[in-house]
């Protein structure tokens, strides 16, 4: 089992940024990809971000590119998603997510979730 605990969260003007931040604990020895999903009132999660075990490789939603980064570092089982020029449309519960295959997690298919953390922007 692993345990994902996100933080980070909160209220922030448009435009604005925020870093949000997820440890993992457990059976982190494991290769796991890493991602982000959001889930915004009435609609359904959606995938943010992902990065592969070996940082050699992020993808991103179009909706979020060129305004989130994610990363992670390995020696403190923590992934982060750095968000900038943030916009009403980016409120939404943010969750961490884990799969022992990166590829599966892209198409949606998750391991292990957080228990989220919410992003809220006014505009």
């Known amino acids: 089992q692993v345990q994902l605990v996100e933080s980070g969260g909160g209220l922030v003007q448009a435009g604005g940024s925020l870093r949000l931040s997820c440890a993992a604990s457990?059976?982190?020895?494991?290769?796991?990809?890493m991602g982000w999903f959001r889930q915004a009132p009435g609609k359904g999660r959606e995938f943010v971000a992902a990065i592969w075990w070996g940082r050699t490789r992020t993808d991103y939603a179009d909706s979020v590119k060129g305004r989130c980064t994610i990363s992670r570092d390995n020696a403190k089982n923590t992934v982060y998603l750095e968000m900038k020029s943030l916009k009403p449309e980016d409120t939404a519960v943010y969750y961490c997510a884990a799969h022992t295959s990166t590829r599966a997690l892209l198409d949606g298919a998750v391991q292990y979730w957080g228990q989220g953390t919410q992003v809220t922007v006014s505009s």
């Open positions: 457990g059976r982190t020895n494991s290769n796991y990809g």
